[in-house]
């Protein structure tokens, strides 16, 4: 049936001012926008005093397991979204050949949610193809992960990847993009990943540059390392003459803030204005999240998750452990050793008797129990088999605000799935957050900024098209929001709180969501 909403403040994504006018929409698509009169069988929606704006677009998203569990969407949708990019970070659920799986899901599950699936997702292909399966209630498009890839290609090996390798590793990526992914993503913090070098990244980044997508990057490091990090994917993307979107932009570490996210935004200003094309994403928090074994050295981390684990049940190994975490690097940024461990909080983990840490910074558990951090993480990560998350309080609100503020940023959330354990707050309040603290009550950017930056410039980046802007043809994505009633209620203690305010949700058209739906 043909739907009117009428009488709304319309803010239609491309960052123009709002104005007062009525949305019109049938079969999925937008039919008409401005002054609208009504027509015989008509379903009437009254706006007024209500903002109507594009469905939001998080880029990036780590959905690629959680897709397939009966309630996901729903953190999704009760804030306002209705299409999301998995894949991110180098870390995506395929190509996945049978005999990697159980390792390469086990690496992901803090990250990803548990894999409860069946299927072998052995290409690129077979895992869209399972995904369309599951009709998700969102609009879900994924990148291809290059730590996956290397993963698929070498194993957890790390150490430069021989000819033939690279030449596998090539070949999935071409399948990827042949089956539809939206770029190719990079972890270049991870293991094995981090063993790449410039010229090997860039035959890798070259396969994008006919499919026209651009190379989506976790860079190698966010704090001591920042500038140099950002120089390397940019040389990355310079050889290959691709697109750069450098992910969830920071300067973490005490050291760093305040200073270093400024000499790295200008490093970014001169390349684009020299003729790059560079992107970043920035969500509205003080705190990631991630793999506890993250925090490890990379020497730490080679060999996967087994070999890990085998060092850290040898009491020698824990010694030089607590020394090399003890001290700086000149090619790694040792976060523990600038910010402490008492900003690093439990928030998942697998086993019962473990689950009494959650909420918990590490160095108040070890002060409780007696031990060292060194020690107590390496129990917890042998025990749990490696499978812990946390979250880390690493960057200054300050510096997330000018990122926030830059004509090169967009919104996104960083969303892990862990599969017991708290959720980071981002999965349920990123958007709320945006709406309701940055733009209504601190008015660090203008209603129309932000949804631009929420909805019509991840559209525009990541091909998501004919959604992120409200005019005639394009998908009927819509949200009603009654901003003065939003409100941001998710924190890192009670993360599963849903804003109020959200008052509905269209995706494709249909009503998804409406306030007060359970």
């Not at 060292?372 to 749990?384: A, R």
């Not at 005019?471 to 901003?483: P, R, S």
């Amino acid at each position: 049936m043909k739907t009117l909403i009428k009488n709304g403040s319309i803010i239609d994504g491309t960052g123009k001012e709002a104005y007062i006018g009525d949305i019109s929409f049938s079969d999925g698509l937008i039919t008409g926008i401005g002054r609208i009169n009504e027509g015989p069988d008509t379903v009437i929606i009254d706006a007024e005093g209500k903002c109507v704006m594009p469905g939001f677009i998080d880029a990036h998203r780590h959905a690629d397991l959680k897709v397939f569990d009966d309630d996901f969407g729903q953190a999704e949708i009760r804030q306002g979204i209705t299409g999301i990019s998995a894949g991110t970070c180098g870390l995506s659920a395929a190509p996945c050949p049978k005999d990697r799986k159980q390792d390469l899901y086990s690496f992901l599950e803090p990250i990803t949610g548990r894999a409860n699936i069946e299927d072998d997702f052995e290409t690129f292909e077979k895992y869209l193809e399972a995904v369309k399966k599951r009709k998700p209630i969102l609009n879900f498009g994924c990148f291809v992960g290059n730590c996956t890839v290397r993963i698929a290609a070498k194993g957890f090996e790390t150490g430069r990847i021989l000819p033939w390798e690279l030449k596998k590793a090539k070949y999935y990526i071409e399948e990827a993009l042949c089956a539809g992914a939206k770029g190719l993503s990079s972890g270049l913090a991870y293991s094995p990943e981090d063993s790449y070098n410039i010229d090997e990244m860039t035959q890798l980044a070259k396969v994008l540059k006919k499919y026209e997508v651009p190379l989506v990057t976790h860079m190698r490091g966010e704090g001591n390392s920042l500038l140099s990090s950002v120089a390397e994917v940019i040389e990355i993307a310079k050889r290959a003459d691709v697109p750069l979107h450098i992910s969830h932009f920071k300067a973490a570490g005490k050291n760093n803030w305040k200073w270093l996210i400024h000499e790295a935004m200008e490093i970014i200003e001169r390349e684009n204005a020299a003729g790059m094309d560079i992107s970043c994403d920035v969500y509205p928090y003080e705190a990631g999240a991630t793999n506890i074994i993250q925090i490890l050295p990379p020497q730490w981390k080679s060999g996967g998750a087994e070999e890990t684990i085998s060092k850290l049940k040898d009491p020698e190994m824990r010694k030089r452990l607590a020394q090399d975490l003890d001290r700086e690097y000149d090619d790694w940024d040792n976060l523990i050793y600038s910010t402490g461990w008492g900003s690093v909080m439990i928030s998942s983990v697998t086993l019962e008797k473990n689950r009494k840490y959650i909420g918990s910074d590490i160095q108040s558990i070890c002060e409780q129990e007696g031990v060292s951090p060194v020690e107590f993480i390496s129990d917890l990560i042998v025990e749990e088999k490696g499978r812990v998350g946390k979250i880390f309080f690493h960057m200054d609100m300050e510096d997330v605000r000018e990122v926030i503020k830059w004509k090169y940023s967009m919104i996104a959330s960083d969303s892990l799935y862990p599969s017991r354990g708290l959720a980071h707050p981002r999965v349920y309040g990123t958007y709320p957050r945006m709406l309701a603290g940055f733009v209504r009550d601190e008015k660090l950017l203008s209603l129309p900024e932000a949804v631009f930056k929420m909805s019509g410039a991840p559209a525009a980046r990541f091909g998501f098209e004919k959604r992120g802007v409200l005019k005639k043809g394009n998908i009927a994505d819509i949200v009603i929001i009654d901003l003065d009633r939003l409100v941001d209620i998710s924190d890192y203690i009670d993360p599963v709180n849903y804003s109020p305010g959200i008052m509905k949700v269209f995706s494709q058209g249909m009503e998804i969501y409406y306030e007060g739906m359970k």
